[in-house]
C-alpha cells in the first residue's frame, strides 16, 4: 500500500490559512492524492484531489511538489467547523474492474481556535 | 442534495439477530463501498459493486453478505450477528472506475451488538 504521513495534530487561528502538510514519497506515478476530513460523529467529506498540478475548488487549494513526494492542503480561511481529522490518502487498487480502497491513516487532528 | 443516504443511522442488537443496512445513493454512480470504522483501525472495505447485479469481496468480507440489485442501492447484510461486528458502518458511491473519481460517504450506521 502507498503510505502517507502526516502530523498526529496542529492548531489554527480562526480566520487564518491552515496549512497542512503530507509526504507519499512512494507515491506511483499515476496515483492520485486524495484530501478527505471527518468531522466528529459523520462520514468521511471528500475536500479535493489532485495527481500533479496545483488544484484548487471551492473548500480548499492543494498544492502538490514537482516530484510529487509531497502535498500540502490549504484552507484559506479557517473557520470553527473546519476542526476535523484531515486524511490524505493516495488509494490502493483492489478486485476488479478498476475498484479502488481508501486507505485512511490518522490523519492530523486540526483544531480551529477562536 | 441527499447524496448518499445510510439507514438505520443507529441499531442495537443481540448477538445472533440479523439485520440488513441499506445504502441508497441519488448520483447516478456506478461504483459503491461498504466500510466500517473502528477505533485504531481505520475503515477498513467490507464489499464493493463496480455495478448493478455486481458485487467483490474487500478486506473483511466474512459475516457480511452484500446486494446489488437496484443501481441505486447497496444493502449489506448480517446474518448473525456477532459482539465482534460492533463497528460504525459506511457506505460510499463513486461515479466510475476512472482513478480520478473520489468517493462519497454517508454519514454512517452505529451499530451495537450485545
Known amino acids: 500500500d502507498a503510505k502517507t504521513t502526516q502530523p498526529p495534530s496542529m492548531d489554527c487561528a480562526e480566520g487564518r490559512a491552515a496549512n497542512l502538510p503530507c509526504n507519499h514519497s512512494?507515491?506511483?506515478?499515476?496515483?492520485?492524492v486524495y484530501w478527505y476530513r471527518q468531522i466528529h460523529s459523520q462520514g468521511p467529506q471528500y475536500i479535493i484531489h489532485?495527481?500533479?498540478n496545483n488544484e484548487t475548488n471551492e473548500m480548499a487549494s492543494l498544492i502538490i511538489t514537482e516530484d510529487r513526494k509531497s502535498s500540502t492542503l490549504i484552507l484559506p480561511h479557517a473557520t470553527l467547523r473546519d476542526t476535523a481529522v484531515y486524511y490524505c490518502i493516495v488509494r490502493v487498487g483492489v478486485g476488479i474492474q478498476g475498484a479502488q480502497k481508501l486507505v485512511f491513516g490518522q490523519g492530523t487532528r486540526l483544531t480551529i481556535n477562536p | 442534495n441527499a447524496g448518499v443516504t445510510q439507514t438505520p443511522k443507529f441499531r442495537v442488537l443481540k448477538t445472533g439477530q440479523s439485520m440488513t443496512l441499506l445504502c441508497a445513493q441519488d448520483m447516478n454512480h456506478e461504483y459503491m463501498y461498504w466500510y466500517r470504522q473502528d477505533p485504531g483501525m481505520g475503515l477498513r472495505l467490507i464489499h464493493y459493486?463496480?455495478?448493478?447485479?455486481?458485487?467483490a469481496k474487500g478486506e473483511v468480507p466474512d459475516g457480511y453478505n452484500v446486494s446489488r440489485l437496484k443501481k441505486q442501492n447497496f444493502l449489506l447484510g448480517l446474518e448473525s450477528a456477532a459482539p465482534s461486528q460492533t463497528s460504525v458502518y459506511f457506505c460510499?458511491?463513486?461515479?466510475?472506475?476512472?482513478?480520478?473519481?473520489?468517493?462519497?460517504f454517508g454519514d454512517g450506521t452505529r451499530l451495537s451488538i450485545l
Open positions: 512512494t507515491i506511483s506515478g499515476n496515483e492520485y
Open positions: 489532485g495527481l500533479k
Open positions: 459493486s463496480v455495478g448493478e447485479g455486481t458485487t
Open positions: 460510499a458511491s463513486r461515479r466510475t472506475g476512472a482513478t480520478n473519481q473520489p468517493q462519497h
